[in-house]
């Protein structure tokens, strides 16, 4: 006679987890169950739900390192359950993110005579890093106003319109008023001059960036530099200037050595630079320095009782892990400048072969500049028929993560997609790209025009009932903004049914 057994609920037995009842039951998505599960159902059953992200290896949209060297990972982990704040338990940890920043500074040309220690914090990433420096400014120009006793509840900062949402940030969390260079056909990046006529008494700093995120290029500071010298002359002032180096600060000193950014020019008094970008390390890292003690208000710095000896910081956060300071540390010893400067070549090689590559197709225009951050910037020749959004949609299917964006105002009718060439994108990748595209292409050749048209009938419709919106009556600027905009809906209300709870 054959026995058998039901499984009871409650049964953890079972040493397969398909074979188990947990594969069939929904996972909790706002109560914390009831129940323990097995270590090996829990892992498995995340484990296969977060197989429906993107692989962070294609996802071309991101400037962020997705790969490190094994060794590096297994240092990581060793000290994953490191809190860096416990400077007193972990007295090696704090001294390697001093070596960074004092490595780093020397790296921006910052003014130390031998044997001086630099003036830097290792951060979460380049938004605090840029809170910090904003906060530093601000309260440097409210203690020469209250000395001049002038009012000082109205500061602004100048920036241009294409910098990071973290200065929008700033300006909302801080109270100071964000005063934005607006951008134009062809002109990306903040326009010095216009910068630097924007200026009055009451600006706190100029922001310039080192690395648009919108085509990686480099914005003139050593012209921005001179002009606002010449204007601190004629007014009496003192601007300074900050940089915004999160993705270049990496990449400029290693191919454009001789390029004039940093604390080479006499108005650059902070620098913001990611670690986890092009310092090569997975997120979680970044930097700032500063040109001296002076430009660092001592009473935003807290002291502590450092094993006997004073240790200053000055952060947003308290706790934080210690694995990508050691991470940096490590990145910074084990390549050297000479590894660096070969990683960025390869780089920069990577996005030439790319740019070459779309070029041949004769369907782009290439938006990016050689010089700046290794990454191509393109949008169609003609999008009539269909758009930068189509293209960046149906990339995915063949694994692919490539952004499609609008520019900044006053340029907002362009649009264009981006590829970031970061360490681990090879050239063997770069041609498969250009060989996915060109299917992506022809496919999207082959089909009917899907927004464009569902425009051109509800227009005739308008048209039909007597309404001033016929087809004929729009420019052709009109058409591609009323394109790009029906496009960005379209993707917006499909991430709102696709995302679910944050």
């Not at 692989?55 to 997705?66: C, E, G, H, I, Y």
């Not at 008494?201 to 919108?214: D, F, K, P």
């Not at 601190?232 to 191919?255: C, M, Q, R, Y």
């Not at 949008?379 to 269909?386: R, V, Y």
């Amino acid at each position: 006679m054959v026995l058998s057994k039901t499984a009871s609920e409650s049964d953890v037995s079972v040493h397969s987890t398909f074979a188990s009842r947990y594969v069939r039951t929904s996972l909790p998505r706002f109560k914390m169950p009831e129940n323990s599960i097995p270590k090996e159902a829990a892992y498995q059953i995340i484990n296969d739900e977060l197989m429906l992200d993107g692989n962070p290896r294609l996802n071309l949209a991101s400037f962020v390192t997705t790969w490190m060297e094994p060794e590096c990972d297994k240092l990581m982990m060793d000290s994953i359950n490191k809190n860096y704040v416990d400077m007193d338990e972990y007295p090696v940890t704090t001294e390697l993110q001093n070596r960074c920043v004092n490595m780093i500074a020397h790296l921006f040309n910052a003014p130390l005579e031998d044997g001086e220690t630099a003036v830097g914090v290792g951060t979460v990433g380049s938004s605090e890093a840029i809170m910090l420096a904003g906060l530093a400014f601000k309260r440097k120009w409210q203690n020469k106003m209250k000395a001049q006793g002038k009012p000082y509840d109205k500061p602004n900062i100048v920036t241009g319109a294409n910098v990071q949402v973290c200065w929008e940030k700033f300006a909302r969390y801080f109270e100071v008023e964000l005063k934005e260079v607006k951008l134009t056909d062809g002109y990306y990046v903040m326009n010095p001059e216009k910068a630097v006529a924007m200026v009055d008494e009451n600006t706190i700093c100029v922001a310039a960036i080192l690395g648009s995120t919108l085509n990686g290029e480099f914005e003139d500071v050593k012209k921005l530099n001179d002009l606002l010298i010449e204007k601190n002359k004629e007014t009496g002032w003192d601007t300074p200037i900050h940089v915004d180096a999160a993705s270049g600060g990496f990449i400029a000193p290693f191919l454009y050595p001789e390029l004039e950014w940093d604390f080479r020019l006499p108005l650059v008094k902070s620098i913001n630079v990611s670690g986890h970008k092009y310092g090569l390390v997975y997120a979680g890292i970044g930097w700032a320095i500063w040109r001296n003690k002076e430009d660092l208000p001592d009473e935003l710095i807290f002291h502590i009782n450092y094993l006997g000896a004073d240790q200053p910081t000055f952060t947003l956060n308290f706790s934080k892990g210690s694995s990508q300071v050691i991470a940096q540390y490590y990145q910074l010893i084990r390549l050297g400048y000479e590894g660096y400067k070969n990683v960025m070549e390869n780089c920069q090689e990577n996005a030439r072969v790319l740019r070459e590559g779309l070029e041949k197709t004769g369907r782009f225009n290439i938006v990016s500049k050689e010089i700046g951050v290794p990454l191509v910037a393109f949008s169609l020749k003609d999008n009539s028929k269909h758009n930068e959004f189509e293209i960046s949609e149906t990339l995915r299917r063949f694994g692919w993560i490539v952004p499609a964006y609008t520019m900044p105002p006053d340029a907002q009718h362009i649009t264009v997609l981006r590829v970031v060439i970061r360490e681990d994108f090879s050239r063997t990748l770069a041609e498969r790209l250009v060989i996915d595209i060109e299917k992506v292409l022809h496919e999207l050749d082959t089909l009917p025009a899907r927004v464009n048209a569902k425009l051109a009938v509800a227009a005739e419709t308008a048209a039909a009932n007597g309404c001033d919106s016929a087809p004929h009556h729009k420019t052709d600027r009109e058409w591609e903004v009323e394109v790009t905009e029906a496009w960005k809906k379209f993707v917006a209300d499909k991430k709102k049914k696709t995302k679910g709870v944050c």
